[in-house]
Every structure is written in C-alpha cells, then in structure tokens.
C-alpha cells in the first residue's frame, strides 16, 4: 500500500526567501499538489549563530503572498531538542555513536575525513558526537537524479550528528523530523544530494522509515555558485508574486500559465504539472552545489 503523499519545504531562518529558495518551495509544493498530497513547512533554526531575526516570519508571509501555505502547524526545530536528545540517546545505547573531541584542523592533518578512532584525546570541553558508518555504502534511485550510490566510510567518514556546542546536527534532526511529520517525499536542493546517503543510514539505524527522494537543479550565479541568503541574492518581492513565480516556473521547465491572479496561475500550474520536464542536474551542476554547500 502506498502512504498518502506528504511533501515539506524545510527553509533555514537565515535571511529572506529568494529565487533559490522559492525553486524548492515550488518544486516541493507542485509535486505534493499534483500528487493530491499534503504539503508542509518546517522552520530549521537550529543554528542560532546563523539565524537572522524575524526571517522565519518573512519567509512564512512571502509563501502564503506566493499562494503556498503549510498544510499542518509550521514544526519549528528550535522546539524540539528533547525529542533529538532522546534519538542521541537511542543510537550511543546502541553503541552506533560516539563521543569525539577532535577538531576541524585535527581531522585536516589526517586528510579531513574522521578516521573513525578519534585524533584527539578527551578533555574538559564538551564533545561532539559522531555516528559511526562502519562499511555502509548506501545507493537510492532520486526521482530526478536517477540512481546515487556513496561509500559513506570513504566519501564522508563518522560524521557529527551532535555539535560540541550542544545543538543537534542538521542531518540527525531532518531524519527525526520527516520521520514525525510522516513525510514520504523529499523535494529539495541538488546541493543536499549527498547529504541523503547518512541520511538514510540514520533512518535504518533509527527504524524509521525512508522517504522517496528528488532534488531539484539549483539556481546558480553566473560564476557558477549557488545563490545564498547570505550574497546579494534578490528577495522574492511578496507584493509583486506573479513574476517570481513564473520564472520558477519556467526554471522547473513546466508551462507558464497566462493567468494574474496567484491562485489562478498556480491551479493551472498544478494541472500541467509534469515532474519529468525538470531538468536532470549534469555531474558538474551536482558537483558546484557541493562546492557551494561545503563552502
Ligand atoms: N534547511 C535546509 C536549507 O535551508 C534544507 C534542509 C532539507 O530540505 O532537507 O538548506
């Protein structure tokens, strides 16, 4: 039996929704809506450091100007570092994670990728924790990247799943979350890519189910980046949606309706909807997302 389909859109607080943005907004909303499915908006502000005041708020009000809100109560990540801790707690009693105090320049000299036996020696600091990937090699068929395969202990190594600072890692909530939110697709970035092999390792060590996978060609400057919030990378202007919304459109490679009125345009977007007009990401597109994403 296949599980109604739910969708999410995952935006991080760290500036206004711009064009890259409003891509994977889009992207993700179209394939639920034309899937009849459900459609959801997570806020992923963990990293405090990084957070630009009021920008969740921005971003929710520039989508519902854009005609896409959350189906279900915006889950706001912030809210629930005890249900993480709890998912921490699972994998160190499983002895699948461990304690590590090595740092960024420590793992430099051994060539960057932890080792899996820790460089450093414990001290009085607070660790980090790593999740141990022993041999996993994980592959999964993406529904526009077609089939990915990555040996997590060569191309990744033990990777943090718990920051020293004692916030949790990005690639351990997003599993805890899609899991609590029932997502069954995950519509996103080509940049988080090769994020999603120790993504689905987590799902496996953590008994939770793996949702289907797409990720969508980013939007690239013209020197080949991906667009940040940080860069000079235009806001979506929320009084004035039409036009954002057809250049996303057209960047999807979907028709662009005629129609000026939000609602209007979108209905029929979802209509002429076909996901398999969106272009494939080439290796090199794949490759200066990483580039990008890493930097
Ligand atoms: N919060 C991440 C970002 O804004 C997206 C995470 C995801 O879609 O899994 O880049």
Request: glycine residues 8%.
């Amino acid at each position: 039996m296949t599980l109604p389909y739910r969708g999410r859109f995952a935006p991080s607080p760290t500036g206004r929704l711009h064009f890259g943005s409003l891509v994977a907004a889009l992207g993700s909303w179209l394939h639920a809506r034309a899937a009849q499915g459900r459609w959801l908006v997570r806020i992923e502000d963990l990293d405090r450091d990084r957070e630009v005041a009021g920008a969740a708020q921005d971003i929710l009000a520039t989508l519902a100007a854009l005609g896409m809100s959350s189906d279900e109560t915006v889950l706001l990540q912030s809210a629930r570092q005890p249900v993480y801790a709890a998912a921490l707690q699972r994998l160190a009693a499983a002895d699948a994670a461990y304690r590590c105090w090595c740092s960024r320049a420590d793992l430099a000299a051994v060539g960057g990728i932890h080792p899996a036996r820790c460089v450093a020696r414990p001290t009085a600091r607070p660790p980090a924790w790593r999740l141990r990937v022993g041999k996993a090699a994980i592959g999964f068929d993406d529904r526009i990247c077609g089939h990915c395969h990555q040996s997590l202990a060569a191309d990744v190594g033990d990777f943090v799943i718990w920051r020293a600072d004692g916030v949790c890692a990005y690639q351990l909530a997003v599993v805890v979350d899609d899991a609590a939110q029932g997502i069954t697709e995950v519509v996103r970035g080509v940049d988080l890519l090769d994020s999603t092999p120790r993504q689905i390792l987590l799902q496996r060590l953590l008994d939770l189910p793996t949702p289907r996978y797409a990720h969508l060609p980013l939007v690239l400057d013209a020197q080949g980046r991906k667009l940040s919030k940080h860069e000079a990378a235009r806001p979506v202007v929320a009084s004035d949606p039409l036009p954002a919304l057809r250049a996303a459109l057209g960047f999807l490679g979907q028709p662009i309706p005629a129609a000026d009125h939000v609602g209007d345009l979108l209905a029929q977007a979802v209509r002429g909807f076909a996901a398999d007009r969106i272009a494939r990401p080439t290796e090199a597109a794949i490759a200066a997302a990483r580039n990008a994403s890493a930097q």
